[in-house]
């Protein structure tokens, strides 16, 4: 399928060097923060992200949950959650999209209130995110890109109905 391309993979690219480095920079990521990665269509993003940090030894865990039934928005079902110590960590979570907040709100409950661990902080970390989701984030959110439009995307982990995640670039489903 044909798909407009929204963000090159330069765009994307670009964006994500960006914001990583200005990441390290604030001391957001460091050695020692134990990262999430949503599946599937954050493994994308973090495989991208991870050559970017070039630090060998990330302790990464990979939880899995899905609200979109083809391109109906759902309710949100857990299909895997590993076992993970995380009391007094810092934890980033990684994930394709932040498109209405509804994953990255069950997460932070799961990891505040389900595992009772307390992370010393939770934060969500985005190839792409809506503007209105990161008002009502409930935890740290950094984004690559913010997109305020409503278009369904495709590409770099976003998908639609299994098709598209693997474009080099954002695209848009017509």
Known sequence: MNYPIKYTATAVK???????????????????TVYLVMMNGGCWFASHFFDLLDEPDNEVYYLKAHSYHGT??????????PDMQLAGRDV????????SGKTA????????????????????LTLLSRTSTILHCPMNHYACIVDPSQDFFVGCGLDNNGEGRMLPYVGIVQ
Do not use: F, H, K
């Open 92 to 99: 980033v979570l990684l994930d394709d999209i932040c498109d």
């Open 14 to 32: 670009e964006a994500m060097n960006r914001t990583v480095s200005t990441l390290l920079q604030r001391g957001v990521l460091t050695r020692d």
């Open 72 to 81: 109906e928005r759902g309710e949100l079902s857990w299909d895997y959650l």
């Open 105 to 124: 709100e069950a997460v932070y409950r799961y990891l505040m209130e389900d595992l009772q661990q307390s992370p010393r902080s939770v934060s969500l």
